[in-house]
């Protein structure tokens, strides 16, 4: 038996080896469900099954990314770039790109990110005069989400008088029109959202009935991780891709379903069994990633889930430390007691700050946590805000570099067409929008042929609009002998935008400068990685997908050396050493919306079981008192899933600001105290304390000198953004993960805008050590 194998326990080798027929592996958090994928496609390679005819779908491209250099890693081979492999959104949009004409989209069609449709649907509301209150752009969003999802067609949708009625009585009468107008508008754009991806995916599948049976002939074995997250469309997709062959193997764990709001259908994995004749089941029970104490706190809470698969988890790693419950009295408090225990964590084990992950219900709890860390001079990055890609100067540059893939690009269009300003004002857009909706056609078109139209604008607005014209055109040009790099450069310039970041001069301006920079850097770098590649063309068209496609996650530029901040539902399939659960408070977590139903209270748990499931070494939860939400303090009592989990693997702290024994050892003054390791006796008293002897005020304990100990001032410096900084100097090797070896000739600059000069073989490159991957040599 290959020599791999044997990384694998028994129970993981038995789905590895079946390639053939249906199966699913259900399975408990870090049981090696991920590792068995990755495993079992090195495996069937290795039996000489063609990369080509090998579908694997992943949570994130990252996950992709990550299993193909695993899988190469080893069967020692370059075959591995041909797997498909991706997310569902990343493969189904290269399909889709290829029979794009049957759908009557371009093959160029733009993919609309959420901002781009919110916006759309702004305009919408708008121009139908709805009352925007009633119509929240974002709720709508959400609402057609939904029925994309569910495939329900805005055809589907009028023939659906209970659809109807419900809209009606949410006081949406208008939501078939809006739905209707959005999808017109989107097609006339040529430019699909991110359901679109999806649902045209089935719509192709379905009326093809010759383009089905090509991908089924080409799709003969399909692998899907984490499918309890699996949503109706995507089902769909995967069953009939697989219905010929029936050679599919599900991966996932019913008690980590925790995308029901986005349509995610627990059922998919419920069903499995029912979907597909003789399904082989295979179950893992053996975790390898958390300690005992961690594996045995999750099980006690999902234990207390109704609807669940019967499943045993255990591990044969250490005991571990009890996961550390800790009570603040605030927010604030709470980011003190985070940042100065990784903090000392770090100093006292030497760790590395990737070491460490900050998870959290809602994204806004981030505010206080991220004040403390940068007190405390921890880097950290924050995974799901605005992805770099969102941010509005990089949004404009990408905006014109859509335009000259597809000009008919409305929300690009309308972004770019006065910024920088050239007199074109909305008077004029919205004549041209309501031309372009009266002829049918894109406002480009429109405004190409401005003469040739009823268009009322006076002749020095039409020279500005026939400038514009020339201007996109002349790009298109240039982008039939240029690489993406050198036109980004070149519309940079040309279109006026860097002249007008320049002219700001205010310190935004100069970070909005250095982030253009970084994009032309990354630009430079896809042209670079994109000659490795046998069959990617490094079109700007290409670029534009993986732009459109890439999650926030999958962003890799910033990842370095930092503390990772992100809300539970991205921390999935992830793992890291420490984990803090932040803002365990009732309403919270679990969060207000969610407490009408049991099935929705379950979600809520079951998303407590990821967040907890994450840890490797040691688990932190944390609850205030009281927290700023929505701009007031309001009181908050400790999370139900605190008191879920059974005591005895549970070790609770109290900060030292609450016992004020001295006023003068309060945090305040000395920044940060360690926190003490006593039995408290709460002023609130927390649920789970309640008639529990064992924490009764006896057991209260003196701290210890130790324990106050307040922090050298000086040594806060030690969490500079690199670990390696005392490495970083000239005259020494460092190593690129795409230019290779190369020696620093020059540094400059301080903090976050340390720069660079390395010496590569490819020739001299100046790198923000921000966000270079360097490895000291
Ligand atoms: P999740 O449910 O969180 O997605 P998972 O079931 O996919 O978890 P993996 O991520 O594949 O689990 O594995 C968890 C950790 O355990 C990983 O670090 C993995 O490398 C390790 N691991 C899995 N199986 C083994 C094994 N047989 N020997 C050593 N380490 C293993
Ligand atoms: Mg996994």
Redesign the pocket.
Known sequence: MEKYLS???EA?LAPTLQIDGPMIVI????????????FRIAYMMSKGIDPFNILALTFTNKAAREMKERIASIVGSSEAKNLWMGTFHSVFAKILRIEADRLGYPSNFTIYDTQDSDRLIRDIIKEMNLDKDIYKYKQVRSRISSYKNSLITVRAYFQNPELIEADTMARRPKMGDIYKAYVERCFKAGAMDFDDLLLKTNELLTRFPEVLAKYQNRFKYILV??YQDTNHSQYLIVRALSDKFQNICV???DA?SIYAFRGANINNILNFQKDYLDVKVFR?E????STKNIVNAANSVIDKNQTKLDKVVWTANDDGGKIIVHRSLTDADEGRYVASTIFDTKMNHQLPNSDFAILYRTNAQSRSIEDALRKRDIPYRIYGGLSFYQRKEIKDVLSYLRLIINPKDEEALKRVINFPPRGIGQTTVDKLMVAANGYNRSIFEVMKNIDKTNVKVNSGTKTKLLNFVTLIESFQVMNQTADVFELAEYVTKTSGLIRELNKDGTPEGVTRMENIEELLNGMKDFVEGQKEIVDATGSLAEFLEDVALSTDMDNDKDDGNKVALMTIHLA????FPYVYIVGLEEDLFPSAMSMNTRSELEEERRLFY?AL??A?KQAYLTYALSRYRWGKLVDSEPSRFIEEIDEEYLEIETPIEERRINPMLSADIFGDVEPNKVRFKPAKQPKFDKGKTKKSPEKYQAPTPKNLKPVAKSSANAGSPNLFDNKIAVGNMVKHNRFGTGEIIKIEGTGPDTKAEIKFQVGVKKLLLRFAKLEVL
Not at 27 to 33: E, F, M, P, Q
Not at 572 to 575: C, P, Q, R, Y
């Open positions: 990384q694998l326990n993981q399975a408990g958090a870090g049981s090696g469900k991920t590792r068995v994928l990755t991780d984490e991966v996932g764990d980590q893992l053996q975790n390898y990633r999935k399939g992830l793992e990821v499931t994450r490797e």
